[in-house]
Every structure is written in C-alpha cells, then in structure tokens.
C-alpha cells in the first residue's frame, strides 16, 4: 500500500520527488499564466498581486520543472483564511510562518504529476523573487552562472532540497544585494 505524501519522512519525500533539471520549456508560460488566472479568480477578494518567480520564469535557462509563484497579500490578510481557499483547491499547504505560506500541486504519492506547482505567499513588499527573476533577465550572462552553479550542485544534492537551496543562497543574495544596491 502507498503511503500518504504527509505521513511522509524528508528523506522518503526527497527520494520521492528528487532534483532534475531540465532544458527550458516554454510550456511553463503557458501554465504559470493559466494559473496565475485560476489564482486571481479563487483570491480575488484579497486582491493579490501574483507573479510567475523562479527558474521557469527565465527564458532559456534549465530549471527544475515546477512553476513559482509568488502571491502577495495585505499584512492584514490571515493565513487562516488564505489556507482555507487554497486546501479546497486541491493544494497542500507545505510550510507556514506569521510572514509566509507555501503550498504545492502536482505531487501524488507516485512521484511528480505532469504539471507541479509551488504557490508562495508573501506580505506585499516581500518580493526579492522578482528582483532576481528580472535581473536574470536582464542579464543572461549571470543567468548561465547561476544554470552552472545549479548543474554542478546536482550530483551532491539530488535528494536533499534543503541543501541544494542553501548551496544558492550565496549566489542569489549577491544579485539582490546588487538590485538593491542600484
């Protein structure tokens, strides 16, 4: 028998749902847009404001094949409520702090779905994301820096998320201080 995604350790999740990079599809626009859409209808009395962020955002660059995006609420909005909608969606709330929630789509207990999503939601103002989408944008260069270092973490963190993630935290830090800094 399977076992739930929640019953779950980190390890059995990361062996589950391990890092792959892949060359750029352009059908994460397609999908970030249909749902941003469905996003916007299920919160629009929250008035978000809601972003396409990460990897997939960056055309050209390989990327782990799960569409960011970043939604940003009033400092008055409870998590409660927000939670609420999202669950009944079919999103799995996966982490919660008084300034941010995440949830995912798109991972069954047989690994990745087709299409998978993680939805974050900021206060409005916590938005570094895009600083760091756009700059790669604007800046491909720096975006096939920040592809090599994500290939070359690959071999060491395939099965460890939380460590793949610390390992580029030095790197994106550098650029937003820049944006910030400009």
Same mark, same amino acid.
């Given at each position: 028998m399977?076992?739930?995604?929640?019953?779950?350790?980190?390890?059995?999740?990361?062996?589950?749902?391990?890092?792959?990079?892949?060359?750029?599809?352009?059908?994460?626009?397609?999908? !970030? +847009?249909?749902? &941003?859409?469905? /996003?916007?209808?299920?919160?629009?009395?929250y008035d978000p404001i809601i972003n396409h962020i990460g990897s997939t955002?960056?055309?050209?660059?390989? !990327? +782990?094949?799960? &569409?960011?995006? /970043?939604?940003?609420?009033?400092?008055?909005?409870?998590?409660?409520?927000?939670k609420?909608?999202?669950e009944a969606n079919g999103y799995i709330c996966m982490s919660e702090s008084d300034s941010r929630i995440s949830f995912n789509k798109g991972y069954t207990p047989a690994g990745y779905a087709d299409k998978v999503f993680h939805i974050h939601f900021h206060r409005i103002g916590d938005n570094d994301e895009i600083l760091f989408r756009d700059y790669l944008i604007e800046c491909p260069e720096v975006a096939k820096e920040y592809e090599k270092l994500k290939l070359s973490l690959l071999p060491k963190y395939k099965n460890d998320r939380d460590g793949y993630t610390e390992a580029k935290?030095?790197?994106?830090?550098?650029?937003?201080?820049?944006?910030?800094i400009q």
């Open positions: 399977t076992k739930s995604l929640q019953s779950m350790t980190l390890e059995e999740l990361w062996e589950l749902f391990p890092i792959i990079l892949t060359p750029y599809n352009p059908q994460w626009a397609i999908w !970030a +847009k249909e749902e &941003i859409q469905l /996003l916007s209808d299920n919160l629009s009395s955002a960056i055309k050209g660059m390989q !990327a +782990k094949p799960i &569409i960011d995006i /970043l939604v940003e609420v009033s400092t008055d909005i409870e998590w409660k409520s927000i609420g909608i999202m935290t030095a790197f994106v830090k550098n650029i937003i201080s820049a944006c910030l």
